[in-house]
């Protein structure tokens, strides 16, 4: 039965400035304001910054080039990114729309509040003059003494602000790149000059000096041995350059063929950094001055609180501490300065909101459902935006603090954590592992990751359970206790061995399970395919093929390049894909929920029932992937019936700007006998063929013989 699956030109940016700073404005948000200066403040300064860098470089950089470099391959966002890896991945792409959805829902809200602030500047005399905490919770907030005792009562001015903030959103994302692309020529660049005149100004105050040093050289490294700081700074990570979510794989779907992505990602990440450093001298150079001209008193001995400034929280640092800041400014700078820094939080926040719109209807926009019945972007966009409205309302609410402090905790340090890990898996484990199969056999490649994997899990459970849990005093930061019982830190010196053990086992077992499946093998030929991340090294090839064309794998003098080339991969990304980044993120998860399993969260600061609406997020993304793990057939599409010839053309037609449709014929009956996905996972290969670029390169050696199928190898070229 021969049926036909259209694909039409899905668009591309105006120019690679307009992605630059698309990419750069989604990455730079309101994280970058509130978020990072508050993290820094509440691990002491120097210490996160230290780990913020650590978990930047070797966690949060690798996953940005891995998701950009699918969507440039793959020409779809998440959804069809991983699902054109694998049929059983596309719940993983879905699940990290489902997250990055009910961020912008409170994202939303968090913006509304800059545009009050940011109208009330304009008001001669500033309502939050007398006191910025009960403007903000009293007036603009209208909260709730607690979750549970709500007077039932939604801020009409946050309710009508929160509409403005969505109608923005729609009218930038109606219809796609196109649209984006004027606007991020004014959302991007306005922010920074206006947190440069904050800067400019800030640093001309009167103590500013002492923030700026409580912001650099305040460190503790004790700090760095608590696994909260870690978490936080991967989070912190994951928000600000909005990776994990759909975003950056939507946004680079939609560049020229053959632009370079690791000249992209760094872009992107640096700028990032910049202005995150950049908004936080902002931020400290004012609580400086403020702890100079307006120190705090203790309010029963009424002595002066040292530091107290640099202790301010969450939202209390832009919306509490920075408007006492302009309050100290003479005559009308107090309203002209106000309106730079609120308007600048507004548009950072409209940027990061509006890129993780685009994220979902990017998405839905990919789907054959939305494709054959022909709606159109504004439809998909409208669409999206009314129900994330209509979500947001919760937020808008009396109690929706708190509910926004449930849901920004379980989607960013579970959701995303656990998102993260698995885009590792799939691309480390997942994609062309085929190759592997081919080489040493199924046996000996199920055995390696069973045994990896096993042993990983088995370790980080006595770690982590020999460690215990001893309740006590609250420390200053608010934890409920500490976890030294049982062994405490020594717990390390059982699991590790065990983990190593079970690892070196399993490495045995699958090297004598290869060697039987080929036993012409080398012993390095059989542990490169055993251990190898092949379908990140494909990527890296790719990507590093993009800046030089004579790139291979494995050369000596190509490999030399990539380790100083800004524009290249060197030969260590692979391996942080593979191994280190979803071992990380595991231990982490892990780590967390076993904490919170003794002490809730926020030291059972919510009662039970409430943070419900946090943990059925993070389980309907978790369930997401594994819906389609198991049953495949749920988000089945047209592409996955498609021959390697007819995907390419695919793709080829995806990667033009807007156009008529073309109709692809497939063969719908003789799929099910081509297809591999009954076997599951490991040794699909759905992607053969495919890489960035447009020019006829031979393969690997690897990847020819997996191929055809032959453990010798023949010559054969890809179209890449």
């Not at 230290?50 to 966002?77: D, S």
């Not at 719940?91 to 913006?111: D, E, K, Q, R």
């Not at 400086?288 to 002066?304: C, F, I, N, R, Y």
């Amino acid at each position: 039965m021969e049926q036909e699956t259209v694909v039409q030109g899905r668009g591309v940016w105006d120019s690679r400035i307009a992605f630059w700073l698309a990419t750069c404005g989604s990455a730079v948000g309101l994280g970058n304001l509130w978020r990072f200066p508050w993290k820094v403040s509440q691990f002491g300064g120097g210490a996160f910054l230290v780990a913020y860098f650590i978990a930047l470089f070797l966690i949060g950089m690798p996953l940005l080039t891995q998701e950009m470099a699918l969507g440039a391959r793959f020409r779809g966002g998440d959804v069809e990114a991983y699902g054109r890896i694998n049929p059983r991945l596309r719940g993983l792409g879905l699940a990290s729309v489902v997250g990055a959805f009910a961020i912008v829902t409170y994202y939303s809200v968090v913006i509304a509040y800059s545009f009050i602030f940011m109208c009330k500047s304009f008001y001669k005399d500033l309502p939050w003059e007398e006191d910025p905490n009960n403007y903000f919770k009293n007036k603009v907030q209208i909260r709730a003494p607690a979750i549970d005792e709500t007077n039932n009562v939604m801020p009409i001015e946050l309710l009508a602000s929160t509409i403005l903030v969505w109608v923005c959103i729609f009218y930038c994302v109606r219809n796609g790149v196109k649209s984006m692309s004027k606007v991020v020529l004014i959302s991007m660049p306005v922010p920074v000059l206006c947190l440069i005149i904050m800067l400019i100004k800030g640093l001309t105050l009167e103590g500013a000096s002492d923030g700026i040093n409580a912001y650099l050289n305040d460190f503790d490294a004790d700090l760095l041995k608590d696994s909260k700081i870690w978490n936080s700074a991967i989070g912190q990570v994951f928000f600000s350059l909005s990776i994990c979510m759909g975003v950056m794989t939507a946004y680079t779907s939609f560049t020229e063929k053959g632009q370079n992505i690791a000249t992209d990602e760094k872009v992107v990440a640096f700028c990032d950094v910049a202005i995150a450093f950049l908004s936080g001298f902002v931020i400290y150079a004012g609580l400086g001055h403020m702890e100079k001209v307006s120190p705090q008193l203790d309010p029963v001995t009424g002595a002066v609180v040292e530091g107290a400034w640099y202790t301010q929280a969450s939202f209390g640092l832009v919306f509490v501490a920075y408007p006492q800041v302009l309050s100290t400014f003479d005559g009308a700078s107090t309203n002209i300065f106000g309106i730079i820094f609120f308007m600048a939080l507004f548009l950072l926040g409209i940027d990061s909101a509006f890129s993780m719109v685009e994220a979902c209807s990017t998405c839905l926009a990919d789907t054959d459902l939305i494709r054959k019945r022909g709606y159109t972007r504004p439809q998909i966009s409208s669409g999206v935006c009314i129900i994330g409205f209509m979500c947001s309302l919760i937020f808008c609410a009396d109690t929706g603090f708190y509910y926004l402090d449930i849901v920004d905790h379980y989607v960013n340090e579970y959701g995303m954590i656990f998102i993260g890990m698995m885009e590792c898996i799939a691309v480390g484990w997942v994609f062309r592992s085929e190759v592997s199969v081919a080489k040493v056999g199924d046996k000996a490649f199920r055995l390696w990751a069973m045994f990896y994997w096993g042993g990983l899990f088995t370790g980080i459970m006595l770690g982590l359970g020999l460690a215990g849990y001893t309740d006590g005093p609250a420390p200053p930061e608010g934890s409920c206790g500490h976890w030294n019982g049982i062994m405490g830190q020594d717990s390390i010196a059982v699991a590790l061995p065990v983990t190593g053990f079970i690892w070196v086992l399993g490495f045995i077992l699958g090297h004598c399970a290869a060697k039987q499946h080929n036993a012409n093998m080398s012993f390095v030929e059989s542990t490169w395919a055993l251990l190898g991340w092949h379908g990140a090294e494909d990527l890296r090839e790719g990507i590093n093929r993009a800046s030089d064309f004579n790139f291979r794998a494995g050369d000596t003098t190509s490999e030399v390049r990539a380790l100083w080339d800004f524009s290249m991969l060197n030969c260590t990304w692979g391996f942080q894909i593979k191994y280190f980044i979803p071992t990380l993120l595991l231990l982490l998860l892990c780590d967390i929920m076993r904490k919170e399993a003794y002490q809730g969260y926020g030291c059972h600061a919510y009662p039970g029932g409430y943070i419900a609406i946090g943990v059925l997020i993070f389980c309907a993304m978790v369930v997401c992937v594994m819906m389609t793990v198991f049953f495949p057939s749920l988000m089945e599409q047209d592409f996955d019936k498609l021959e390697a010839a007819a995907r390419q053309q695919y793709l080829d037609e995806a990667a033009k700007d807007f156009g008529e449709e073309k109709h692809l014929p497939i063969n719908a009956d003789e799929m099910p006998q081509k297809s591999t996905s009954q076997k599951g996972l490991i040794g699909e290969g759905t992607t053969q063929g495919v890489l960035i670029g447009e020019v006829t390169l031979p393969t690997s050696e690897t990847e020819m013989q997996a191929t055809n199928g032959d453990a010798n190898g023949t010559n054969q070229e890809l179209e890449v």
